[in-house]
T-cell receptor, first 115, second 115 residues
Framework: DGGITQSPKYLFRKEGQNVTLSCEQN?????MYWYRQDPGQGLRLIYY???????QKGDIAEGYSVSREKKESFPLTVTSAQKNPTAFYLC???FGRGIYNSPLHFGNGTRLTVT | QKEVEQNSGPLSVPEGAIASLNCTYS??????FFWYRQYSGKSPELIMF????GDKEDGRFTAQLNKASQYVSLLIRDSQPSDSATYLC???????????????FGTGTLLAVQP
């Protein structure tokens, strides 16, 4: 079955540690996105990527880093520079370009707790 | 002004009634509009998308778009308790000059359908 897989589902880390969230898709989508959601809030865009080895900052990129070495994979690293890393992280993919953007498909999310 | 605005709710409707969810957006260049449903603790799932002015119906759901007024809405007929969730409006922000499109989300409207 085609889909987007995020792992792990829950992640606990101590303050000051970097942590990497995994996102893999087999939908043959060109574009991949990372969003963050805080309780009672909408989704805020962290980073996005249209092609391999290229990515752009979203609205809240500070304290995060990404890589896109393969079309299927778009891991997100939450660094110690991110001041409030505890949140629900959502990875999504879609076809990206064109006026009539295709819908985004979401993974099941990773809930990160930093203490 | 926020790029995508929604009333946070909660919107409470009795079972069997019509629920009306509204969204306004600021970028006149946007051409693609999406409604996602998100249950508590879960990732968003696509309900409807609309590209053209007017109405688009799918089962109990109708999406309405008015580009001149920069307004998109979702009607849910014969509301059921299982429809109780947060409804996220998402609007395409075009990637000018061939850049990747971004999907900008509102903060969501919480719908509560009372049995």
């Amino acid at each position: 079955d085609g889909g987007i897989t995020q792992s792990p589902k829950y992640l606990f880390r101590k303050e000051g540690q970097n942590v990497t969230l995994s996102c893999e898709q087999n939908l043959n989508h060109d574009a991949m996105y990372w969003y963050r959601q805080d309780p009672g809030q909408g989704l805020r865009l962290i980073y996005y990527s249209q092609i391999v080895n290229d990515f752009q900052k979203g609205d809240i990129a500070e304290g995060y880093s990404v890589s896109r070495e393969k079309k299927e994979s778009f891991p997100l690293t939450v660094t110690s520079a991110q001041k409030n890393p505890t949140a629900f992280y959502l990875c999504a993919s879609g076809f990206g370009r064109g006026i009539y953007n295709s819908p985004l498909h979401f993974g099941n999310g990773t809930r990160l707790t930093v203490t | 002004q926020k790029e995508v605005e929604q009333n946070s709710g909660p919107l409470s409707v009795p079972e069997g009634a019509i629920a009306s969810l509204n969204c306004t957006y600021s970028d006149r260049g946007s051409q693609s509009f999406f409604w996602y449903r998100q249950y508590s603790g879960k990732s968003p799932e696509l309900i409807m998308f609309i590209y053209s002015n007017g109405d688009k119906e799918d089962g109990r759901f109708t999406a309405q778009l008015n580009k001149a007024s920069q307004y998109v809405s979702l009607l849910i007929r014969d509301s059921q308790p299982s429809d109780s969730a947060t409804y996220l409006c998402a609007v395409n922000q075009p990637g000018y000059g061939g850049a990747t499109n971004k999907l900008i989300f509102g903060t969501g409207t919480l719908l509560a359908v009372q049995p």
